[in-house]
């Protein structure tokens, strides 16, 4: 079975706080996305990656980096944590349309 | 520019009603479509989705999806509601079949009524 996994579960932070995101796939698909998701908007793409070494910009990138080291592994860094990126996120992956979802990171920036 | 409206942000039905969660796109050509589910405290799961062809889509546990060009729709039914489909429902487009980035409606809280 598909499988994507989040680390950590739950993180506060403080604004101006250096944060990173983790998630790994082990489906071998090439294509692994972050989301966030916040009441009122659904599911936003903050950036996604095709492989290792490759990083595209989705629709809401501003105050996000990310990297994707290896097939499995894609990261989400918040450089200067600001209280607008208390959300919820989560990170998946896909080869053709169906998307595997991880559990999701909790976010809470104080 | 693409969109994906839920009108409904909260449906309660009874336990054994049918059920319609609607959704509406806009997009000029023929979307990829999908439904997905996300129970509490859990990522969201693929119900069913559209690519071509039949308008009807057949999903998990029971649930179906008419897919209609002329109304630019995707409702989501279901014949007989239990109390475990309680969750939150989203409907999404993709117009890539590359990046297969999709573009998610604000989603549908579902409370069955025992």
């Known amino acids: 079975e598909a499988a994507v996994t989040q680390s950590p579960r739950n993180k506060v932070t403080v604004t101006g706080g250096n944060v990173t995101l983790s998630c790994r796939q082990t489906?071998?698909?090439?294509?692994m996305y972050w989301y966030r998701q916040d009441t009122g908007h659904g599911l936003r793409l903050i950036h996604y990656?095709?492989?290792?070494?490759?990083?595209q910009i989705g629709d809401v990138p501003d105050g996000y980096k990310a990297t994707r080291t290896t097939q499995e592994d894609f990261f989400l860094l918040l450089e200067l944590a600001s209280p607008s990126q208390t959300s919820l996120y989560f990170c998946?992956?896909?080869?053709?349309?169906?998307?595997?979802f991880g559990p999701g990171t909790r976010l809470t920036v104080l | 520019a693409q969109s994906v409206t839920q009108p409904d942000a909260r449906v309660t039905v009874s336990e054994g009603a049918s059920l319609q969660l609607r959704c509406k796109y806009s997009?000029?050509?023929?979307?990829?479509l999908f439904w997905y589910v996300q129970y509490p405290r859990q990522g969201l799961q693929l119900l069913l989705k559209?690519?071509?062809?039949?308008?009807v889509v057949q999903g998990v546990n029971s649930f179906e999806a008419e897919f209609s060009k002329s109304n630019s729709s995707f409702h989501l039914q279901k014949a007989s509601v239990h109390w475990s489909d309680s969750a939150v429902y989203f409907c999404?487009?993709?117009?890539?079949?590359?990046?297969?980035?999709?573009?998610f409606g604000s989603g549908t809280q579902l409370t069955v009524m025992p």
């Open positions: 998946a992956s896909s080869d053709e349309g169906e998307k595997y």
């Open positions: 489906n071998s698909h090439n294509y």
């Open positions: 990656s095709y492989g290792a070494g490759n990083l």
């Open positions: 997009y000029s050509a023929t979307p990829y």
């Open positions: 559209y690519y071509s062809g039949d308008p």
């Open positions: 999404a487009l993709s117009i890539s079949s590359g990046s297969w980035q999709l573009i």
